[in-house]
């Protein structure tokens, strides 16, 4: 089964040029996706103005990648100091209801692009106090490069949570296949470009949840950039596969 998520259909917020588009909105009651995905619950895309910031607000213990797609900001989160994070960063934090994390974007000109994704943690994830690595574009360049496991092999970040997030650069007409596993599930989310996967035409901000699938498979329609998380089991609130006539609107 496959759920998608348009960009559309994402909550918006604007404020003084910072914009924030949310896949899962956990303050709408009636989305059917409030709670997230899985183990997925945050899957946020920020737009930091220059010489601006942003707190990350959760109801909920979290573990946070935090993905810096273009810029420079000073990240400080709950366990950790103050630090310098520069394009193609990947950072992990471990946010609770209590504490926040804060991202400012320390240029005068530049906006900062970021995503972050949010996971149910354990406790021995919260008593840690994270990392960062550098994901190159060639790193990623037409492979899904893993960057986050519950272990930290393939020199990924370790989340000591049950989730793989990795993330490509594809060509035009690249084809890409995920195998899954018995009994998990995925996201897949178009940071930017278009993809094809079961005849679903999906574009920038468009996402997909898939469940009882055997694999996740796409082909890139443009030059395009995706995060695949690999996640456990989920049994989805929206039982229908949503048709490409409707996907496209």
């Given at each position: 089964?496959?759920?998608v998520?348009?960009s559309m259909?994402r909550?918006?917020?604007e404020?003084k040029?910072h914009?924030?588009?949310?896949?899962?909105?956990w303050?709408?009651?009636?989305?059917?996706?409030?709670?997230?995905?899985?183990?997925?619950?945050?899957?946020?895309?920020?737009?930091?103005?220059?010489g601006?910031?942003?707190?990350?607000?959760?109801?909920?213990?979290?573990?946070?990648?935090?993905?810096?797609?273009?810029?420079?900001?000073i990240?400080?989160?709950p366990l950790q100091?103050?630090?310098l994070?520069w394009?193609?960063?990947f950072?992990?934090?471990?946010?609770?209801?209590?504490?926040?994390?804060y991202?400012f974007?320390?240029?005068?000109?530049?906006d900062?692009?970021?995503?972050?994704?949010?996971?149910?943690?354990?406790?021995?994830v919260?008593?840690s106090?994270g990392a960062?690595?550098?994901?190159?574009?060639?790193?990623?360049q037409?492979?899904?490069k893993?960057?986050a496991?519950?272990?930290?092999?393939?020199d990924?970040?370790?989340?000591?949570?049950d989730?793989?997030m990795?993330?490509?650069?594809?060509?035009?007409?690249?084809?890409?296949?995920?195998?899954?596993?018995?009994?998990?599930?995925?996201?897949?989310?178009?940071?930017?470009?278009?993809?094809?996967?079961?005849?679903?035409?999906?574009?920038?901000?468009?996402?997909?949840?898939?469940?009882?699938?055997?694999?996740v498979?796409?082909?890139a329609?443009?030059p395009?950039e995706v995060?695949?998380?690999?996640?456990?089991?989920?049994?989805?609130?929206?039982?229908?596969?949503?048709?490409?006539?409707?996907?496209?609107?």
């Amino acid at each position: 089964m496959i759920v998608v998520r348009k960009s559309m259909e994402r909550r918006h917020i604007e404020n003084k040029g910072h914009k924030t588009w949310m896949t899962f909105d956990w303050q709408n009651n009636s989305d059917p996706l409030q709670n997230g995905f899985g183990l997925l619950k945050i899957l946020n895309e920020e737009i930091i103005p220059p010489g601006t910031g942003f707190v990350l607000l959760t109801n909920n213990d979290m573990v946070v990648i935090t993905y810096l797609r273009e810029g420079v900001i000073i990240y400080r989160g709950p366990l950790q100091a103050a630090d310098l994070m520069w394009t193609k960063e990947f950072l992990q934090s471990n946010v609770t209801g209590e504490n926040r994390q804060y991202a400012f974007n320390i240029s005068q000109t530049e906006d900062a692009h970021i995503f972050q994704s949010g996971f149910s943690p354990n406790h021995e994830v919260l008593k840690s106090d994270g990392a960062k690595k550098l994901f190159t574009h060639a790193d990623r360049q037409g492979v899904l490069k893993l960057v986050a496991s519950p272990d930290g092999k393939e020199d990924s970040l370790r989340i000591q949570q049950d989730v793989q997030m990795y993330s490509s650069f594809i060509h035009k007409g690249n084809h890409m296949v995920h195998s899954l596993g018995t009994g998990r599930s995925a996201w897949l989310h178009v940071v930017n470009g278009g993809i094809l996967m079961n005849d679903l035409d999906l574009q920038t901000g468009d996402g997909a949840g898939l469940s009882d699938e055997i694999a996740v498979s796409f082909t890139a329609q443009m030059p395009t950039e995706v995060l695949l998380f690999d996640l456990p089991a989920f049994v989805s609130p929206i039982t229908r596969i949503e048709p490409l006539k409707e996907a496209a609107l």
